[in-house]
């Protein structure tokens, strides 16, 4: 009887589905090992595209939480906090940590920053209570600013 399937690419593909943290530790021997011949290759594939894939969904999040804390900043500078100015800064350190560890991430900044707009525009309306026309219908901050520890709008 003949399998299309070694018995340990099987077993590894299995383990895929049924035990994903295991088969990262197999995987992971493999590899150390240069046993090329057992590393599940088009799952390993799939996963490393994923984590590029999970970096701009964090540049993106963090692009989002900081716009939204700039604009509530600005349109509604008599409930300014400690809370907000520390999420700003926050934010700041926690997008300028990714692209040191993932450079390539720089050239989609100004992308990001026109996709996620809409939705820190929702977050700045759902926080502050204050009506879609108060705010910009896009974005109003550059890329320096909104990287900038020292900007605050609206000072």
């Known amino acids: 009887m003949t399998h299309n399937l070694s018995e340990v690419e099987y077993q590894t593909s299995e383990l895929y589905e049924t035990d994903f943290y295991?088969?990262?530790?197999?995987?992971?021997?493999?590899?150390?090992?240069?046993?090329?011949?057992?590393?599940?290759?088009?799952?390993?594939?799939?996963?490393?595209?994923?984590?590029?894939?999970?970096?701009?969904r964090e540049l993106k999040n963090r692009l989002r939480v900081l716009i939204g804390h700039l604009l509530k900043w600005e349109f509604q500078a008599n409930k300014r906090s400690n809370s907000w100015s520390n999420t700003i800064d926050e934010q700041r350190f926690q997008i300028l940590g990714l692209l040191q560890e993932s450079p390539s991430l720089k050239p989609y900044l100004p992308d990001a920053i026109s996709e996620v707009y809409k939705y820190a525009l929702k977050l700045a309306i759902g926080e502050t209570s204050l009506s879609k026309e108060t705010f910009p219908q896009e974005c109003p901050y550059s890329l320096e600013q909104i990287l900038d520890f020292e900007f605050l709008p609206g000072e």
């Open 22 to 56: 295991a088969w990262t530790v197999e995987q992971a021997k493999f590899l150390r090992n240069e046993d090329w011949n057992n590393l599940d290759i088009s799952n390993l594939a799939e996963e490393i595209e994923s984590l590029g894939k999970q970096d701009r």
